[in-house]
């Protein structure tokens, strides 16, 4: 199993351009999260879905869209991208069963600039 | 929002020594979770308590779940090179279906050869 995969693994953006984000998982899980990761902030929730066609906000939703179409693929949209969206962007994945449910997988991360 | 507080915020060690950090809460948690963060990786599990006062070893490493529900300690014994990275503590953002984590700002661990 790869487990969670994320692509590209970096990019370099001008401000107002788009793009997105792709993470796929092959554990069959049922939730996914997208995170973004900025020096002496620990990790920040963008996004959430629990389940295949779902999406929710998170704790710093502005300027990112999501999409949950399959339930092993998440999208993480930035429609037009500016300076304060450079970061480290990390997606996780879940099962909720029982009481490990809290328990997320990581991906590699995307390093994102935006110039 | 809930806030989880992580000391030391760094910390720089000689390889052989044992480490400690601890992370507290505003709000009691029935789940505490460990991450390592590698250097340009992303976080993996480490350890995940449950039960208050529980106590959980992972090798070299051992994680115990505060009698108080808010708080949680993480310690590594002889310490080598490869612990370097940042570790992060996490628990529930809020109780329901969602299973959200609150992450920690994290422990930058170095660990001089």
């Known amino acids: 199993n790869a487990g969670v995969t994320q692509t590209p693994k970096f990019r370099v953006l001008k401000t107002g351009q788009s793009m997105t984000l792709l993470c796929a998982q092959d554990?069959?899980?049922?939730?996914m999260y997208w995170y973004r990761q900025d020096p002496g902030m620990g990790l920040r929730l963008i996004h959430y879905s629990v389940g295949e066609g779902t999406t929710a906000k998170g704790e710093v939703p502005d300027g990112y869209n999501v999409s949950r179409l399959k339930k092993q693929n998440f999208l993480l949209g930035l429609e037009s991208a500016a300076p304060s969206q450079t970061s480290v962007y990390f997606c996780a994945s879940s099962e909720p069963r029982d009481r490990d449910s809290y328990e997320q997988y990581f991906g590699p991360g995307t390093r994102l600039t935006v110039t | 929002g809930q806030q989880l507080n992580q000391s030391p915020q760094s910390m720089f060690i000689q390889e052989g020594e044992d480490v400690s950090m601890n992370c507290t809460s505003s709000s009691i948690f029935n789940t505490w979770l460990w991450y390592k963060q590698d250097p340009g990786e992303g976080p993996v599990l480490l350890i995940a308590?449950?039960?208050?006062?529980e106590l959980t070893s992972n090798g070299r490493l051992t994680a115990q779940f505060g009698i108080t529900r808010k708080d949680s300690f993480l310690n590594i014994s002889a310490s080598i090179p490869s612990d370097v990275g940042i570790y992060f503590c996490a628990g529930p953002t809020n109780r329901g279906s969602n299973y959200k984590l609150t992450f920690g700002k994290g422990t930058l661990l170095t660990v001089n050869p």
């Open positions: 554990m069959n899980h049922e939730y």
């Open positions: 308590l449950y039960k208050a006062g």
